[in-house]
């Protein structure tokens, strides 16, 4: 088992580009998340996913948008890339959603806005 | 509204016992997480607490008092290993139902 892997783990965009963050799981979760990681802050969910076709928003959705066309992928698309959004990007998984169920986060990508 | 205090830094010794406290206000309580993250890398999950008491896993302990919005994490015969942020995060059944994440206590172990 891979568990949940991102690509990139790097990247630099331009002001005002666009982009899309890959994230794939093989343990047959049903719920997926997308979260940003700034530094002193603690981890902040900006979408989620119960289930292939549903997704929903989390804490801080603006500029983001999210797809799950399959159980396995849940990709997030900048949209006009902005200073704001430089950040490191986790994406996780879980069995079942509620308090029960641990999250497995992927390695992270590491986004830079200039 | 939610809100998970920790302390942002704490220094040890190599051998030594730890405790890492965690305080929160939340709409909701669906369980307590800790998770550790070492820099650069992503959150691996340490325990679970959904009732109050004392869970034992090896090394680590962690306590939970929902009466008090209390938690902490116990780290035993601490190792250089163990250098890492942990993170206290509580699923908030009420309002949000999510995992909120407290902004994680940076523990430096010392030899």
Redesign the interface.
Known sequence: NAGVTQTPKFRILKIGQSMTLQCTQDMNHNYMYWYRQDPGMGLKLIYYSVGAGITDKGEVPNGYNVSRSTTEDFPLRLELAAPSQTSVYFCASSFGGGGTYEQYFGPGTRLTVT | GQN?DQP?EMTATEGAIVQINCTYQTSG???L?WYQQHAG?????LS?N?LDGLEEKGRFSSFLSRSKGYSYLLLKELQMKDSASY?C?V?D?GA?????????TLLAVQP
Do not use: D, H, M, S
Request: charged letters at 10%; glycine letters at 16%; hydrophobic letters at 45%.
């Open positions: 998970i942002t309580f669906n369980g997480f890398e992503a959150p691996t999950f679970y959904v993170l995060a699923w059944g949000t139902n999510k995992l909120i994440f407290g902004t994680g």
